[in-house]
């Protein structure tokens, strides 16, 4: 098997590693101190076309493909993993459902916005006590005069509160077939009636990202706003997660350079039995194994 990236791949990783180290890098300190999301360095990653990297040129992306993002997802959390998770989950959660399984209308309204970097979109599946188990899902959509009438709350959800947060894709239960719940995708736009962000969590880490709960309180819309097929929400947000797993395993990647990258400028400056630590073999060996799995990782 062949590892070497193409040409493009080299270049988007060059762009992307001189972006982090010039302009996220500078910044980071000061957002994760201050909570601050980086508004500007969101619209300077749109203007870079990271947003649309997967997408096709039909609607505004860069006709490249995911390993393109994977990369470029590494890169910028090598500077500031908080950058990197937003980055993340606008691509592979927010904007990836509606570009699989949106209608032609709906890819027409939010893709150009989203895919720019202009507007960002969140995936509401987490709950108090569900998530990945589909079947424990609380949140309720009801049909009713044209409408969707959404009860519930979602936690967790990345880039649902700031500025430029455009709505929520949800997964709600909207009827039962036999024992299973029937799960669904409804998208649900910021400042619809009923739909409220939550004051956002107090977190160990990862700053300057944007993190929130949700509650939906007989928030109401429109029939088509649901995305895909009724009942199809378990499928989609499988497909969904698959390809955001695969993405926050190129962030960790990204991480774990970084702590490389920190290690070993530290051994190289710290002293110890007259000459830099870099030099004593035990300590080789370590900075050895974490180039080793940080490598192993990145080829997976």
Known sequence: MDFALSQEQQAIRDTCRDFAREVVAPAAEKLDRNHEFGYDIVRQMGELGLFGLPFSEEVGGAGGDFL??????????????????????AVCLGSSPIYSFGTQDQKSKWLPDLVAGRKLWAFGLTEPEAGSDAGA??????????????????QFITNSGTEISAGVTITAVTGRTGDEPELSAIM????????????SYRKLGWHSSDTHPLSFESCEVPVENLLGKRGGGYRQFLH????????????????????????????????AFGAPISRHQAIQFKLADMAMETEVARTM
Do not use: F, M
Not at 68 to 89: F, M, N, Q, W
Not at 243 to 268: F, M, P, T
């Open 188 to 199: 649900v736009p910021t400042g619809t009636p009923g739909y409220h962000v939550l004051e």
């Open 240 to 271: 969904t997660l698959t390809g955001g797993r695969i993405a926050i395993a190129a962030l960790s990647v990204g991480v774990a350079q970084a702590c490389l990258d920190a290690s070993l400028a530290y051994a190289k400056e710290r002293h």
């Open 68 to 89: 393109s993002l994977c990369i470029a997802i590494e890169e910028i959390s090598r500077a500031d993993a908080g950058v990197g998770i937003t980055l993340e989950a």
């Open 137 to 154: 899902t609380k949140t309720r959509a009801d049909s009713r005069n044209g409408t969707w009438v959404i009860n519930g709350a979602k």
